[in-house]
């Protein structure tokens, strides 16, 4: 079965600087992947998604993702942090010819001043 | 436009109880699923269904039953509460079942089991 490992299950950052956020997945055929992040007491919102095509994924609220087959991750950044930006993120994969998508362990964004 | 409906958003259960979590979708989505949220443990797959009628189970079944007898409700059931099933249980919908079609998620119930 497919599987996704996100680094890290809490990471603080100032506002205004870099977020990092890391995932990897476990496959030896390319799957599709994905960042979904999760607001207090709401449920998850897609965030972005790799299929096939460009490497470099942009989503929505400035957040872009980048597949690297080599390394097999697909690591979620953001240029500039916001406080709006705290939330919950989960890295997920969806296996080539399934229906189900697998969610990573998550990954907890505190945003400082 | 509501989008996925999840009922109710709190419930404590005594071990042994039994209880059905609604969720309703108004999307005409075809494939309907059921996660549970641990902390350290992300979203498990329970059951999920690819059209009204059908049922598959997911990543943890066990002590789980699902129906999905119209196509817009997916229900959840838990015929013998244990504090384990304590969790945050989300619905999710989605037009098919391919990378294309991304989910849609309910805000999520709440369950305690003493």
């Known amino acids: 079965a497919q599987s996704v490992t996100q680094l890290g299950s809490h990471v603080s950052v100032s506002e205004g600087a870099l977020v990092l956020l890391r995932c990897n997945y476990s496959?030896?055929?390319?799957?599709?992947l994905f960042w979904y992040v999760q607001y207090p007491n709401q449920g998850l919102q897609l965030l972005l998604k790799?299929?096939?095509?460009?490497?470099l994924v942009k989503g929505i609220n400035g957040f872009e993702a980048e597949f690297k087959k080599s390394e097999t991750s697909f690591h979620l950044t953001k240029p500039s942090a916001h406080m709006s930006d705290a939330a919950e993120y989960f890295c997920?994969?969806?296996?080539?010819?399934?229906?189900?998508?697998?969610f990573g362990t998550g990954t907890q964004l505190k945003v400082e001043l | 436009n509501a989008g996925v409906t999840q009922t109710p958003k709190f419930r404590v259960l005594k071990t042994g109880q039994s209880m059905t979590l609604l969720c309703a979708q108004d999307?005409?989505?075809?494939?309907m699923y059921w996660y549970r949220q641990d902390p350290g443990m992300g979203l498990r797959l329970i059951h999920y269904?690819?059209?009204?009628?059908?049922?598959a189970k997911g990543e943890v079944p066990d002590g789980y039953n699902v129906s999905r007898l119209k196509k817009q409700n997916f229900l959840l059931g838990l015929e013998s509460a244990a504090p384990s099933q304590t969790s945050v249980y989300f619905c999710?919908?989605?037009?098919?079942?391919?990378?294309?079609?991304?989910?849609?998620f309910g805000n999520g119930t709440r369950l305690t089991v003493t």
């Open positions: 999710a919908s989605s037009f098919q079942g391919g990378p294309n079609s991304p989910l849609h």
């Open positions: 496959s030896s055929v390319p799957p599709y």
């Open positions: 790799y299929t096939t095509g460009a490497t």
């Open positions: 997920a994969v969806h296996d080539r010819g399934g229906n189900k998508l697998t």
């Open positions: 999307m005409n989505h075809e494939y």
């Open positions: 269904s690819v059209g009204e009628g059908t049922t």
